[in-house]
């Protein structure tokens, strides 16, 4: 039985959508978590 692929990608590495998702989630990341380490720091 031959397996079929639904989607077949013969080229390697991520697409420009994939790259700005993970750089949008990033940013989100970073702007949540920024406050709170400054708050850290200003603590000490």
């Known amino acids: ?3 079929v692929e639904l ?3 013969s ?3 991520f697409t420009l959508v994939e790259v700005i998702i993970v750089s949008i989630i990033l940013v989100i990341l970073a702007a949540v978590a920024v406050p709170y380490v400054m708050r850290y720091y200003k603590d000490i």
């Open 11 to 13: 080229e390697k590495g």
């Open 1 to 3: 039985m031959k397996t």
């Open 7 to 9: 989607t077949p990608r």
